[in-house]
């Protein structure tokens, strides 16, 4: 079993700037791949980014990509969601996912965003960005 605990969402202005923390705990070293996702009211949930733990490649969604920056701490078992240059259509509840099976890099890199490919995640952080 993988425990992920996120933590740092909260409420700013647009344009401001939130680090999303998610902390893994249990079997952490069996995980292979974290994924960033969000869920906002109505909506389906929409990957946003990802991070390959051994290679350290990162994976963005396009309406992210330049503003959200994914980085790993391998001695805090955690992973951090850097979020600048908010904005309203950012706002959700923010979910990080665990995946433990390698897949070939070419695979990941084209079904990263599918909630479907994860087989742990936390609870979940809210962002709430106003205008």
Same mark, same amino acid.
């Given at each position: 079993?993988?425990?992920?605990?996120? @933590? %740092?969402?909260?409420?700013?202005?647009? %344009?401001? @700037?939130?680090?999303?923390?998610?902390?893994?705990?249990?079997?952490? /070293?069996?995980? /292979?791949?974290?994924?960033?996702?969000?869920?906002?009211?109505?909506?389906?949930?929409?990957?946003?980014?990802?991070?390959? @733990? %051994?290679?350290?490649?990162?994976?963005?969604?396009?309406?992210?990509?330049?503003?959200?920056?994914?980085?790993?701490? /391998?001695?805090?078992?955690?992973?951090?969601?850097?979020?600048?240059?908010?904005?309203?259509? #950012?706002?959700?509840?923010?979910?990080?996912?665990?995946?433990?099976?390698?897949?070939?890099?070419? #695979?990941?890199?084209?079904?990263?965003?599918?909630?479907?490919?994860?087989?742990?995640?936390?609870?979940?952080?809210?962002? @709430?960005?106003?205008?």
């Amino acid at each position: 079993q993988v425990q992920l605990v996120e @933590s %740092g969402g909260g409420s700013v202005q647009a %344009g401001g @700037s939130l680090r999303l923390s998610c902390a893994a705990s249990g079997y952490s /070293n069996s995980v /292979n791949y974290i994924g960033w996702f969000r869920q906002a009211p109505g909506k389906e949930r929409e990957g946003v980014a990802a991070i390959e @733990s %051994g290679t350290y490649s990162t994976y963005y969604v396009a309406s992210v990509s330049g503003r959200f920056f994914i980085s790993q701490d /391998n001695a805090k078992n955690t992973v951090y969601l850097q979020m600048n240059s908010l904005k309203p259509e #950012d706002t959700a509840m923010y979910y990080c996912a665990a995946k433990t099976s390698r897949v070939p890099r070419e #695979d990941y890199r084209t079904r990263w965003l599918i909630p479907g490919q994860y087989d742990y995640w936390g609870q979940g952080t809210q962002v @709430s960005v106003s205008s």
